[in-house]
């Protein structure tokens, strides 16, 4: 281990750097540096745009078999999806988290390195017709299998000394199951620890399954998260998100089609049965609404969550009937999956993956979005350039498994199903954590989100000084009640790429482009001609994807 420099005579300073999570809300990785060794805060996948994709198959910016041990917020891909490459290339350490945490991985990381195989898979048959060289996936399904033996699980609200010189505490985040914020005393040589709080991603105040995050207070560096830092949902209780569900679900049918909700496989889509199943008991819906989820993992996951019922919160059904209406249809075939594609509407169908870039959502979208009497809502956050962010912000056509879709679907967005604290949320939690006495990093926002919520904490009496909104790969050294002091590191990629890349401005060129030729394009024996250019201006960003 290297000597970190900076300190003030016997105390030694200690590095944090943020190789995720940093103006970007996936990817969460944070890296400490201390005299007795170096660990990690979550090892996420990145998700968004191409360039932000294109990290997850770049070597780390750190040498995994230095990495002593592992400390997991939760279960959530963009904070967990790189374990398996993290173990793949030398690390050997301890995986300390929750055992809800560790029992979702059980089924989450395999099913990501399926994922990875097929996807390459598919990549590379086209590659192959191209000419060009072929790629390797992130990691295999072996390897996430193999990451797992090294899980070390441990409770809540109790110290656990993951290495020399480091003591750490688990509290409750509110997000998923299994989630925490992460206290961490850290042995300076001063006359007390370094303290700091990683929040995890916080959940809402009020929320099924689970209690409002809690932590103490009183720390020298604070790393919150910031997704919704820029706005307030409009009705955040549990009865109010049921409610407007139930509009959701009886204006959908009664257009005839079927209810397409992309859904993330871990707590939404658990919390979607619940409530699903709470307006089937109570006749708000149609007794007769046939209700399928339809991913394996969500599945299994599904089962974790029944293992762990006597641990769940607010939940408005009988622990037997959770998650088992008789209208459910939990399917995992690929036969089963299929069958699906047969009911022409009336149909409410789960599916995953929450963002559409991946999984079988993307096989009951192209069988749906082309049909006017369908509806597909959306009821989670869609990164930047995702085929869900491109759906919801107007497409007229997508590309699909190599197919031109036409997007005549009602497409809905039902945000106060989020599992993340909004603006108000967080600043409370914010507040609840005083005194801070050296600073706070807003993560794992974008940065209108963070500024927001940055100049609302310095409206409640926060000094300005004292707030960092770090980019990807930024580095500071922390000292007990200082400012930290920011280091020079090399960036990976320009601030200005992080949330909108080329492939981006490229879309929004060939949608301009289109507009303007629909417009000369009066003629009907033009018109044809026209609606091919427009298609194929489209999606032209999407068929770069795929390849």
């Given at each position: 281990?290297?000597y ?18 940093a103006?970007?809300v ?10 007795k ?107 996430a299998e ?47 620890p ?36 820029d ?12 409610a407007a ?39 708000r819906?149609?007794?007769n ?8 993992l ?48 009336g ?29 597909v ?11 869900g ?24 967005r ?11 949320e ?17 993560t ?62 490229y ?13 000369i ?27």
């Amino acid at each position: 281990m290297p000597y970190l420099e900076g300190g003030d005579g016997n105390v030694m300073a200690v590095r944090i750097t943020f190789r995720g999570g940093a103006g970007t809300v996936t990817g969460s990785c944070y890296l400490i540096d201390h005299d007795k060794g170096r660990f990690l805060i979550d090892c996420g996948l990145f998700q968004g745009n191409r360039t932000i994709r294109e990290l997850n198959y770049a070597p780390f910016p750190f040498d995994p078999a230095t990495i002593d041990y592992l400390l997991l917020t939760h279960a959530h891909i963009d904070h967990v999806g790189l374990v398996p490459k993290l173990t793949r290339l030398g690390f050997t350490g301890p995986i300390h988290a929750t055992t809800p945490t560790l029992d979702l991985l059980t089924f989450m990381l395999p099913d990501s390195g399926k994922i990875q195989e097929s996807e390459v898979e598919r990549k590379n048959r086209t590659l192959k017709r191209q000419g060009k060289p072929t790629v390797t996936p992130i990691y295999t399904q072996a390897d996430a299998e193999a990451s797992l033996e090294n899980g070390a699980p441990h409770p809540m609200e109790t110290w656990l000394e993951p290495g020399p010189g480091v003591k750490a505490r688990f509290w409750n985040a509110g997000h998923i199951l299994g989630a925490v914020s992460i206290e961490l005393a850290i042995d300076n040589g001063g006359p007390r620890p370094l303290r700091l709080l990683f929040s995890g991603d916080l959940g809402p105040d009020e929320k099924v399954f689970h209690l409002a995050p809690d932590a103490p207070e009183g720390f020298d560096y604070v790393v919150c998260e910031s997704t919704y830092g820029d706005r307030d949902r409009d009705d955040v209780t549990v009865e109010g998100r049921r409610a407007a569900l139930e509009r959701e679900i009886g204006e959908a049918l009664s257009r005839g089609g079927n209810l397409v909700i992309p859904s993330f496989a871990v707590e939404r889509s658990q919390e979607l049965l619940h409530d699903i199943g709470v307006l089937l008991a109570e006749g708000r819906i149609p007794k007769n609404t046939p209700v399928f989820l339809d991913s394996p993992l969500a599945s299994r996951v599904t089962r974790v969550f029944i293992r762990h019922a006597g641990a769940l919160e607010d939940v408005a059904l009988d622990e037997a009937e959770l998650f088992r209406h008789p209208n459910f249809r939990i399917t995992e075939s690929v036969e089963d999956s299929k069958a699906i594609n047969r009911i022409s509407g009336g149909a409410i169908i789960i599916s995953a993956s929450g963002m559409c870039d991946a999984g079988r959502i993307r096989h009951h979208l192209r069988n749906n979005l082309w049909q006017r009497k369908g509806t597909v809502l959306f009821v989670g956050y869609q990164a930047p350039g995702t085929l869900g962010s491109i759906i919801l912000n107007g497409a007229e056509e997508v590309r699909i498994h190599g197919r031109d879709i036409k997007v005549a679907a009602t497409i809905r967005r039902l945000g106060n199903y989020s599992a993340h604290a909004d603006q108000g949320e967080l600043l409370a939690w914010i507040r609840d954590r005083q005194p801070v006495r050296g600073g706070f990093f807003l993560t794992h926002g974008e940065n209108e989100a963070r500024a927001a919520l940055s100049e609302l904490m310095v409206e409640q009496g926060i000094d300005g000084a004292r707030i960092h909104q770090p980019a990807l790969d930024d580095s500071f050294l922390l000292e007990a009640g200082q400012a930290p002091l920011r280091k020079a590191q090399p960036k990976r990629v320009p601030a200005d790429q992080m949330v909108r890349d080329w492939a981006d401005d490229y879309l929004a060129f060939s949608f301009a482009l289109a507009e303007r030729l629909d417009r000369i394009a009066n003629e009907p024996d033009k018109r044809e001609l026209m609606r091919r250019l427009r298609a194929t201006l489209a999606n032209d960003h999407q068929q770069n994807e795929e390849i």
